[in-house]
């Protein structure tokens, strides 16, 4: 490890470093998926792409309020969004991600049934008058009420 560790003792240093591997992560993990016949067309769709149209869609949902698409090149632009929505599946955190996870564990339950889950839920040891009883304490269950 580095010798000087006054950075990793700061607060915000799990943030700051969880923020830098994520966007390393992005650097290195987008791609696109599609499949070999439709590589020419989606190759056009990203070259052809209205940069003006692109921006007044980012300029109308920072708001965020709905946005449907007015013009052609609006259109194009949602039509490509839609393309790309794998384009960082395998950074940690994306959009694409949480979605590839949710449909894997919607896989897993086809495949192995639905999970079942027990929760225990176990009293404070040192304030619970049951738990104290059964260690030796002598307390009148009678007079406890429920709070």
């Known amino acids: 490890l580095y010798g000087d560790r006054r950075f990793q003792k700061d607060r915000s240093y799990v943030y700051v470093a969880y923020s830098h591997s994520q966007i390393r992560a992005s650097t290195t993990g987008g ?16 070259l052809s792409i209205d940069k003006e149209a692109l921006d007044r869609l980012i300029n109308s949902t920072k708001d965020g309020s709905y946005v449907t698409p007015q013009t052609d090149g609006e259109k194009r632009c949602f039509e490509l969004m839609t393309l790309i929505d794998h384009a960082s599946g395998n950074v940690g955190g994306s959009s694409a991600r949480k979605k590839h996870q949710r449909s894997e564990i919607k896989l897993l339950i086809y495949l192995k049934g639905v999970p079942c889950f027990f929760f225990t839920f176990a009293p404070a040891d040192t304030k619970n008058p049951i738990c104290l009883s059964y260690c030796g304490e002598q307390i009148d269950l009678s007079t406890v009420s429920p709070r």
């Open 31 to 46: 791609y696109l998926l599609t499949r070999k016949s439709n590589f020419v067309n989606v190759a056009d769709k990203v």
